[in-house]
């Protein structure tokens, strides 16, 4: 099955999105938190574009499940809005490959809104609003901040 | 579908299932996960040994502010340490000066109530636990603490601090659980006015400083300054707990209820920790059984 040799970069996937959920759980003081954009689902799509075999839907998902316990949030919330996300950016990493990063990040913004309309709705099918109207900030932010990340993720391995 | 499909199906030909049929599978599992989640039942089980599995990045998520606070504990000057000395002994001869008469008052008490022996304290044991992670803003007011299910914590059980109620048991895990503060926009708690004796409910608002009582008539006797403690009701907290002080009460002409803000008396935001209690089930201050429920309603102290 595995015909051509090349090396995922697993560890590098690992390491980087052990440290986004870092980030995002991270406590921080009053208002921060609820800007604080969806540092998983940036590292997500990096990997998703760049390797999208190292993490495939999985590791999305259980990184997204994993925000879920740990904010204690609805189960798989989470982790179905980044696995779409990953999904998505996964579907069209050929075509976002050939973009800059600030082109790209047009594409992050509308990805990171899809993210965050989805545990919205979740939120609400189960009745817990658990943020505030904030949270539209979020994909902005994020979008702003995905170059740098992008950057940053980039070192973690050589690209093919 | 199609136009996400056909680019990838076709560079990865050959390498298991496509991007789109993994993707569905998952979507699958996390509505279902999400399904049981709200229905609870056996994902409950599931959950605790999750709770388990993040503990370690808990842990790790909260070194940077521990190891702030332990090279601020180190590095204290003889000073600071002698007035925290100082501070503690004057607030302990304070604690005794209240409690020197509690053993005569408990006898008085017992003898008023026809009761042979003196009844021991409604909280039968206790567990100190310490504060791991702190989560306030105004859409939750949780505290993540380091006791969990293997400690004996059970879900729904009363916690709080020397100064008063800090909130309840919300989810167990084998090592930490985690508390919902009486100041969360979604907890509730039955409470009563020590002085007047009229019961309401207290409900969380979002700011750690601030619960609010909107079910109060407004003939009801509440004023400023009033204590209020657990009433006993809602099976989760003992009778007679501090939970908050009066603050501000609006009576409004225009509106049947008055509009009542407490202060809350457990310092959320300083303590480090925290105690689980647990009561004594046979005790009259115990939380009420629903038989008693059925039969207890407010009665207003003061017609207009």
């Excluded at chain 1, 954009?37 to 190292?54: N, Q």
């Excluded at chain 1, 050939?98 to 609400?124: D, H, K, P, R, Y």
């Amino acid at each position: 099955m595995m015909n051509f040799a090349r090396r995922e970069p697993r560890w590098a996937v690992t390491f980087t999105l052990l440290l986004a959920l870092i980030a995002q759980v991270v406590p921080l003081p009053d208002w921060m938190p609820d800007i604080r954009p969806s540092f998983i689902a940036l590292v997500i799509i990096y990997w998703s574009i760049y390797a999208p075999h190292a993490g495939g839907i999985f590791a999305p998902w259980l990184a997204g499940l994993a925000l879920d316990v740990f904010k204690g949030e609805v189960l798989a919330q989470n982790a179905l809005a980044i696995a779409l996300v990953a999904y998505i950016a996964m579907s069209l990493h050929q075509r976002l490959r050939n973009q800059t990063l600030v082109q790209q990040s047009l594409f992050v913004f509308a990805v990171l809104t899809l993210n965050e309309f989805v545990v919205w709705g979740i939120e609400g099918w189960s009745g817990h609003s658990m943020a505030s109207s904030w949270r539209w900030l979020q994909p902005m932010i994020g979008a702003m901040l995905w170059p740098f990340i992008a950057l940053l993720v980039g070192r973690t391995h050589t690209r093919s | 579908m199609a136009v996400f499909g056909t680019a990838t199906n076709r560079s990865f030909g050959g390498r298991g299932p496509s991007f789109g049929f993994r993707f569905f599978c998952y979507a699958l599992l996390s509505v279902v996960l999400m399904f049981y989640d709200q229905k609870g039942g056996w994902l409950d089980t599931a959950r605790y040994g999750l709770q388990a599995a993040i503990y370690p990045l808990q842990l790790a998520v909260n070194s940077p502010s521990a190891a702030w606070r332990w090279l601020e504990e180190s590095f204290t000057t003889r000073e600071t340490l002698r007035a925290e000395v100082d501070r503690l002994r004057e607030n302990l001869r304070n604690q005794q000066l209240i409690t020197l008469r509690q053993a005569a008052l408990e006898k008085e008490n017992a003898t008023l109530r026809n009761l042979d022996s003196m009844l021991p304290n409604v909280i039968e044991k206790r567990l100190v636990g310490e504060v791991i992670n702190l989560e306030v803003s105004t859409l939750r007011q949780r505290l993540l603490v380091n006791r969990g299910g293997t400690h004996g914590v059970f879900k729904a059980q009363a916690v709080v601090t020397g100064d008063g109620v800090l909130g309840q048991v919300f989810r167990v895990g084998p090592f930490s659980s985690e508390i919902i503060l009486i100041t969360d926009a979604e907890h509730a708690l039955p409470v009563q006015d020590v002085r007047s004796g009229v019961r309401t409910i207290a409900l969380g608002t979002g700011r750690s400083t601030s619960l609010e009582l909107p079910y109060v008539p407004q003939n009801y006797d509440v004023k400023v300054g009033d204590l209020l403690v657990t009433s006993g009701l809602g099976r989760v907290f003992p009778f007679g707990l501090p939970v908050a002080r009066v603050t501000k009460v609006v009576r409004d002409p225009a509106q049947p209820l008055a509009q009542i803000h407490a202060v809350p008396l457990a310092g959320i935001e300083n303590d480090r920790e925290v105690l689980f209690i647990w009561e004594r089930a046979d005790h009259p201050a115990a939380t009420a059984s629903p038989e008693a429920l059925a039969v207890e309603a407010p009665v207003p102290a003061v017609t207009r």
